[in-house]
């Protein structure tokens, strides 16, 4: 089950909606085969693990090994349930049960049902852990929030004044590459309407292999100008609007939705990006949006990193009142807070 684990992060990033699974097979203590999820539209780890097998005779005395309930529905591919039963495997070992209502169980029923041992909860933790945008999606009702910002060891987000209308690095260029890896697994960022005017951000992923994340941003009052680099087209962009702009028309790549700005605005947040099936945010700032999530408790975890300068004056930044653990990332401190 750790290998399975260990492969499932191939596909971090490049499943969704479905969640990136691994598959071990194995025969006589030794592994046969194994897989992990592809791209959306393609095969689930299941088919992938099975196929790798050359000699198929040996499935039916065979383990296979899953973090997540096989599949007993039809989407895309057929059920991966169906497929296990018709090779015959003698047993199928699973991390945790998928809490999709499609699923639910239905997959261990079948499994059964052919006669096949099934054993259920093997590191449930670990594997929860890893499918949790997977889960928080299906449970909660809304993406898996990652808080992320900068500080200085004073305390500051952002210099009281600035020269240029673009970022002033914080952090180290290895804390900048290890941001664009996260980017990268991430499936959107969120920013607020004066992070776009001081900064002129492009949220994507420059430092790093993957896919650019869907870009989110607060702009109650159509502030950000036409020019702004996330209005640029290249990447699909949602702008959250007061309801008086509720007339402004999207176009490709570009989607205006209303939110009430006098009201608790993450959670509306949260229910706008449901809406538009997205599994996890980055929130990324500035200060003021970064709190709006703190206040209403609607994150999972925090990313802050500590650079080694100080400002002594200009924006401070967000409070978070929980424990949390740390790493050097050379002369930077990363700070992880959970949510628990």
Not at 214 to 243: E, F, M, Q, S, Y
Request: proline share 4%.
């Amino acid at each position: 089950m750790k290998r399975c684990l260990q492969i499932a992060k191939n596909g971090l990033g490049t499943t969704r909606p479905n969640p990136s699974v691994g598959a071990v097979i194995v025969h006589q203590n030794k592994i046969i085969g194994e897989g992990f999820t592809s791209p959306f539209g393609g095969n689930h780890a299941e088919v992938n693990a099975i196929n790798s097998v050359k000699n198929k005779a040996l499935l039916k005395k065979a383990t296979i090994y899953v973090t997540l309930e096989p599949c007993s529905h039809f989407g895309k591919t057929p059920p991966c349930a169906d497929l296990i039963v018709k090779h015959q495997l003698k047993q199928v070992v699973i991390g945790c049960l998928d809490s999709n209502s499609l699923v639910a169980g239905k997959g261990i029923e079948r499994l059964i049902k052919a006669k096949i041992q099934v054993v259920v909860g093997v590191l449930e933790d670990e594997c929860r852990t890893h499918h949790k945008r997977f889960f928080t999606v299906q449970e909660k009702k809304r993406p898996y929030i990652i808080l992320k910002w900068a500080e200085t060891k004073d305390g500051f987000v952002a210099p009281k004044s600035k020269n240029e209308n673009k970022p002033v690095f914080i952090s180290n260029k290895y804390s900048q590459q290890l941001v664009h890896k996260l980017r990268s697994k991430e499936h959107a960022i969120l920013v607020g309407t004066h992070t776009v005017l001081v900064d002129n951000p492009k949220l994507n992923v420059r430092s790093w292999f993957g896919e650019n994340p869907i870009r989110i941003a607060l702009d109650r009052t159509l502030r950000i100008p036409k020019n702004a680099n996330i209005l640029d087209g290249t990447v699909k962009t949602i702008v959250l609007t007061d309801k008086k702009n509720k007339n402004k028309e999207s176009r490709e790549n570009l989607i205006f939705e209303e939110i009430d700005f006098s009201k608790k605005v993450a959670s509306q947040i949260c229910s706008v990006l449901y809406k538009n099936n997205i599994q996890s945010l980055i929130v990324e700032g500035g200060t003021q949006t970064l709190q709006t999530f703190i206040d209403e408790n609607l994150w999972d975890e925090a990313l802050v990193f500590v650079g080694e300068n100080n400002f002594r004056d200009g924006t401070k930044s967000p409070k978070i009142k929980k424990k949390f653990t740390q790493e050097n990332i050379e002369n930077d401190v990363l700070k992880t807070y959970k949510n628990d």
